[in-house]
């Protein structure tokens, strides 16, 4: 399995980006699906999550500001994200929680996308 991120990039506070994860040779689409957030010197953490039937989860700091979906045909699942703000700043990663704080994955970790937010 292969995950790779895409869609990263520099932004001003209260812009937009879409976050893409690919998923090849995989079961992704029966898997539950979590976008990961690592900042500047800090732990990774999940700041969302779908199910393989549509159901999301979100972290606090991103409820109403994040959308998660997915594509189980393409193998391919999004985080779109507005209203930006500097502490969203950091590399974000894609992979299969086993739990449902995202601390356990089923896959290695691939490279991440960087996501840059300017004040």
């Known amino acids: 399995v292969q995950l790779q991120a895409s869609g990263g990039g520099l932004v001003q506070a209260g812009g937009s980006l879409r976050l893409s994860c690919l998923a090849s040779g995989s079961i992704f689409s029966r898997a539950r699906v979590g976008w990961f957030h690592q900042g500047p010197g800090k732990q990774r953490e999940m700041v969302a999550s779908i199910s393989s039937d549509g159901r999301t989860t979100y972290a606090d700091s991103v409820k109403g500001r994040f959308t998660i979906s997915r594509d189980n045909v393409e193998d391919m699942v999004y985080l779109q994200m507005n209203s930006l703000k500097p502490e969203d700043t950091g590399v974000y990663y894609c992979?299969?929680?086993?739990?449902?704080?995202?601390?356990?994955?089923?896959?290695?970790w691939g490279q991440g996308t960087l996501v840059t937010v300017s004040s």
């Open positions: 992979n299969a929680p086993l739990d449902s704080s995202g601390y356990y994955v089923a896959h290695s």
